[in-house]
């Protein structure tokens, strides 16, 4: 009976949790397109994560694409099919890699912060300070997190697709021993318009996909220090998982 | 501006914290509403300022349902500063987000009022002492003049000299700027200090209520427990 009791429980939480978050996205969007939109705080925002988030994104795609050229060479030279690495370099990255591993880097880096931010002005007061001054939360802090990272992420997503192809170049033509011109050839010959913007709309969809969790969370935290780090750790997963599950079901549409 | 609370209750899951609760707030009088920690003060505040919504009662703004925002300020308990912006963009938030770049006089008056230096205008929140955060609050509190502005705990976590200090100055903005304050407090002395009128909550209901100048001399026993336990902490300071 204990059980039955917990499961029931842990399904209702479940149903409440999933109706609070369709209502905070209905939220989001109703405000998104009412006055008053604080453009200068868009803009500083979208300028303040890009640039904080560049170096760790180039890090992330020069490395996998010069893993991803070693573990290619391994598996394709015991077939001679070496020949192909570019072309796998190229669409691993614009397909799956980019959008994925930039997204949950950007959900560790970014949401993370978001959650915490937000949490910490909840436990603050900040939130109902807000209210005292006649400005709504929606527009002054959710509008700009969720279009600046739903706009940023493809950018984000292009530079990790050119910086990847880049390492894999490097490893394959200084380490493996490819030809450099017909490297690169391959590469773009192989590259079709409709990797690149599968790869874009992912970004995009992950990009909206964290900031609404993580304003999400830090929103409804709990009260005290305990409340904000929950609430920071419940986005970075909860997005994570996310960005998971909605890679498959992206993935199936452009299939 | 009167405020007229009827019957208002509020509950947090099985916990009552308001039980129909009803009192007038007299336009112009600065009214304390005083109680122990706990006791549903906060609530009370945040619900006349439509912060949170009651489970049942209403709160009337003059003879109107729905509060004028831009006429109220309100001062937190912890000052609710926000630690990304100056200052100055602080005190001049409602100008500062919709772009108004002309507020530094008005921010300067303002800091004057409540007597902070010019020299902190671009300081974060987090460069400045306590005192000087519970001012620049309260200037943020004023920079729109309002009608009514509501104080949650303006003297918590302050020393007693700069208690003092803030407790006259807001005194004397409240009777500059004609103002009609509620301020929620456990400082006795605030009260007296402050305050016209007071109501007493316990248990999540009006005890009592009556002048500040007469609040020593109304016997209610839950008051006089609440007045005694003051005291005897102040003697075992």
Not at chain 1, 69 to 93: C, D, H
Not at chain 2, 1 to 26: A, H, Y
Not at chain 2, 27 to 43: A, D, E, P, Y
Not at chain 2, 100 to 111: A, E, G, P, Q, R
Request: hydrophobic share 45%; aromatic share 12%.
């Amino acid at each position: 009976m204990d059980y039955i009791e917990k499961i029931g429980k842990i399904f209702f939480y479940l149903i409440f949790s999933i109706g609070k978050i369709i209502h905070f996205i209905f939220f989001f969007f109703k405000y998104s397109f009412k006055p008053k939109f604080y453009l200068k705080n868009n803009l500083k925002y979208f300028v303040d994560i890009f640039i904080s988030s560049i170096p760790i994104i180039a890090l992330t795609g020069f490395f996998s694409g010069m893993v991803l050229a070693l573990q290619s060479y391994t598996g394709f030279s015991r077939f001679s099919a070496e020949s192909a690495i570019p072309n796998i370099v190229v669409l691993t990255l614009t397909r799956e890699l980019g959008p994925v591993l930039t997204a949950l880097m950007i959900s560790a880096r970014v949401g993370s912060s978001i959650a915490a931010e937000i949490a910490t002005m909840r436990v603050t007061e900040q939130i109902d300070a807000l209210k005292t001054l006649n400005t709504n939360f929606y527009n002054y802090l959710v509008t700009p997190r969720v279009l600046s990272l739903t706009l940023a992420l493809p950018i984000f997503v292009t530079l990790v697709d050119f910086i990847g192809v880049m390492g894999g170049y490097i490893v394959s033509v200084f380490r493996l021993g490819f030809n450099e011109n017909i490297y690169l050839m391959n590469t773009l010959n192989f590259l079709s318009f409709t990797d690149y913007f599968s790869g874009i709309v992912k970004a995009s969809i992950f990009g909206f996909i964290i900031a609404i969790v993580s304003c999400y969370n830090g929103l409804y935290s709990g009260k005290g220090s305990f409340g904000v780090g929950t609430a920071t750790t419940n986005a970075v997963v909860t997005s994570s998982i996310l960005i998971l599950i909605f890679n498959y079901i992206l993935t199936e549409l452009f299939f | 501006m009167n405020i007229e609370i009827k019957n208002l209750s509020k509950s947090f899951g099985e916990v009552s914290v308001l039980k129909n609760i009803s009192m007038n707030i007299k336009n112009n009088k600065s009214t304390i509403i005083l109680g122990k920690s706990g006791c549903g003060k906060s609530v009370l505040l945040k619900i006349i300022y439509q912060l949170i919504n009651c489970d049942d009662g209403e709160v009337l703004y003059g003879k109107k349902k729905e509060i004028d925002i831009d006429t109220f300020g309100m001062l937190f308990q912890y000052g609710a500063l926000f630690d990304s912006l100056t200052v100055a963009q602080n005190i001049a938030f409602i100008d500062h987000i919709n772009g108004i770049t002309s507020y530094k006089n008005k921010v300067l008056l303002s800091m004057k009022d409540v007597g902070l230096d010019s020299i902190n205008y671009d300081k974060f929140p987090s460069e400045i002492s306590g005192g000087m955060k519970k001012r620049v609050a309260l200037a943020r509190a004023i920079y729109k003049n309002p009608k009514v502005i509501f104080l949650d705990e303006p003297t918590t976590g302050l020393d007693p000299i700069n208690s003092d200090m803030i407790n006259e100055l807001i005194l004397r903005i409240i009777k500059k700027k004609k103002m009609t304050a509620i301020t929620i407090t456990h400082d006795i002395q605030s009260a007296l200090k402050t305050g016209d009128e007071f109501f007493f909550i316990n248990d999540g209901i009006v005890e009592c209520h009556g002048n500040c100048n007469e609040m020593l001399k109304i016997k209610n026993l839950k008051l006089d427990e609440f007045l005694a336990g003051v005291k005897k902490l102040q003697k075992t300071r």
